[in-house]
């Protein structure tokens, strides 16, 4: 809580003073540790105090016509206990994390025909998502990509989406996520992943710039580099699916997608962990409604089923995702990674989705699995219970849904009050 009441009085300060009123902090965790960002007015880039000691920020990228602000990046060397920019301290992680929150796709939705009302925040409720999350205290964040959905403008005369922007700019991203993401940014480092709605077609100059992990911003086209966060005992290697295809396996989204796991192939086998990418390898996504035997479903991700044919995952104990936006998990007994779909944040579900929970096996790319499943906005959360992490799914009336324990391989949810 410190670290919410530090950085409030900390922006109060900043906007008091007329100077650096738009200025934004966070630490995102990379391949070499955590990394704080600042994304301000002011035209140069402020120092950090680290311990006592001073030291400069570099800029990262500089303002252009889409982009008006510097956005400054420095690694917090190993150690460090204390961070802070002026009065606001930024949380560093010390040792491996306890209690994880996880969730993604994240955004307001704004294409073409397809308007989903941000400015009302039941239509739209990432903001109480965020608030409802920011209670339990995480002390890790992970985003499991697709932060950017205002792609075309609010149709005239639509009051709920009224006045908001829209296109791969500042604005837009503001809006979509560093507004109000703003408290649970002050609050926990955060792990971000790319969605598809970052790709280089739709977000890609945004993520690039702001979220990616990488040392310097890329140019598109390009994929994020994978790289794995290790946190003591918790590895989390973070892939770039976000050019996968969900039905289809063209040769040079599978050859993509396979040069992003053979980057993790010798950590993975020595250093076994979770992970991230914002497509779920083997899920289920509902298509049409069929009555009262629930909705007709088709399975997703052929690219990422095809790149991880006859490899060997056995340090990989669960994948976790997005992009179908509901929650579901599923379980193969053992024989190969745990399967989370988290996609709860705040965007429109599945025409053909339920909040009815639905609990029974199914069989993805040739193995059976049982699977939990249920549309409703929300948050995993998983706190650490010895050699096993166990939660529950939170929902926005601040309701457990779903109790869930991942031990080893085996991720098992049951709906809320069930004793299996």
Not at 2 to 9: Q, S
Not at 91 to 113: A, E, M, S, V, Y
Not at 157 to 177: L, M, N, Q, R
Not at 309 to 334: E, P, T
């Given at each position: 809580?410190?670290?919410?009441?530090?950085?409030?009085?900390?922006?109060?300060?900043?906007?008091a003073c007329g100077a650096r009123a738009d200025q934004r902090a966070w630490v995102e965790l990379t391949a070499n540790g955590p990394q704080a960002r600042v994304e301000t007015t002011d035209p140069r880039c402020p120092s950090l105090d680290l311990d006592g000691r001073m030291a400069p920020m570099q800029l990262r990228a500089g303002p252009d016509g889409a982009f008006p602000t510097n956005l400054c990046q420095l690694d917090i060397p190993a150690g460090?206990?204390?961070?802070?920019?002026?009065?606001?301290?930024?949380?560093?992680?010390?040792?491996?994390?306890?209690?994880?929150?996880?969730?993604?796709?994240?955004?307001?939705?704004?294409?073409?025909?397809?308007?989903?009302?941000?400015?009302?925040?039941?239509?739209?409720?990432?903001?109480?998502?965020?608030?409802?999350?920011?209670?339990?205290?995480?002390?890790?964040?992970?985003?499991?990509?697709?932060?950017?959905?205002?792609?075309?403008?609010?149709?005239?005369?639509?009051?709920?989406?009224?006045?908001?922007?829209?296109?791969?700019?500042?604005?837009?991203?503001?809006?979509?996520?560093?507004?109000?993401?703003?408290?649970?940014?002050?609050?926990?480092?955060?792990?971000?992943?790319?969605?598809?709605?970052?790709?280089?077609?739709?977000?890609?100059k945004g993520w690039f710039r702001q979220l990616d992990a990488g040392p310097r911003v890329l140019s598109c086209p390009a994929m994020s580099a994978p790289f794995r966060v290790a946190l003591g005992d918790l590895n989390l290697y973070v892939l770039d699916s976000a050019d996968a295809e969900d039905r289809s396996t063209p040769s040079e989204a599978v050859a993509a997608v396979s040069a992003q796991f053979n980057a993790i192939k010798g950590e993975l086998a020595v250093a076994p962990g979770w992970i991230l990418t914002h497509r779920p390898i083997w899920a289920l996504t509902p298509i049409a409604r069929i009555g009262p035997?629930?909705?007709?479903?088709?399975?997703?991700?052929?690219?990422?089923?095809?790149?991880?044919?006859?490899?060997?995952?056995?340090?990989?104990?669960?994948?976790?995702?997005?992009?179908?936006?509901?929650?579901?998990?599923?379980?193969?007994?053992?024989?190969?990674?745990?399967?989370?779909?988290?996609?709860?944040?705040?965007?429109?579900?599945?025409?053909?989705?339920?909040p009815v929970i639905r609990e029974n096996e199914v069989q993805i790319d040739n193995l059976s699995a049982h699977r939990i499943t249920f549309e409703r906005y929300g948050y995993l959360l998983l706190d650490r219970a010895g050699d096993d992490w166990v939660g529950a799914f939170w929902d926005l009336k601040d309701r457990v849904v779903a109790a869930c324990r991942l031990h080893q391989r085996r991720l098992n949810c049951v709906p809320a009050g069930a004793a299996r």
């Open positions: 809580m410190r670290w919410v009441i530090a950085a409030t009085i900390g922006i109060w300060l900043v906007g460090t206990k204390r961070a802070s920019l002026g009065l606001q301290y930024l949380p560093l992680p010390h040792g491996p994390p306890q209690r994880i929150l996880i969730f993604g796709d994240t955004g307001c939705r704004l294409k073409g025909q397809a308007v989903q009302d941000c400015n009302d925040p039941k239509a739209w409720p990432f903001p109480l998502v965020v608030r409802r999350a920011l209670e339990r205290k995480p002390d890790l964040v992970i985003h499991v990509g697709d932060y950017y959905y205002r792609e075309t403008p609010c149709p005239e005369g639509h009051a709920g989406c009224a006045g908001s922007p829209y296109g791969d700019a500042w604005p837009t991203w503001k809006a979509e996520f560093f507004d109000p993401a703003r408290p649970l940014l002050a609050a926990a480092p955060w792990v971000f992943v790319r969605g598809n709605h970052e790709s280089c077609v739709r977000g890609g035997v629930g909705p007709l479903e088709l399975s997703l991700n052929a690219t990422e089923e095809a790149a991880v044919k006859d490899r060997d995952l056995a340090g990989a104990q669960m994948i976790v995702s997005g992009h179908v936006h509901h929650f579901a998990a599923y379980d193969f007994y053992g024989r190969r990674p745990a399967q989370l779909v988290a996609g709860t944040g705040g965007d429109i579900g599945e025409d053909a989705d339920t």
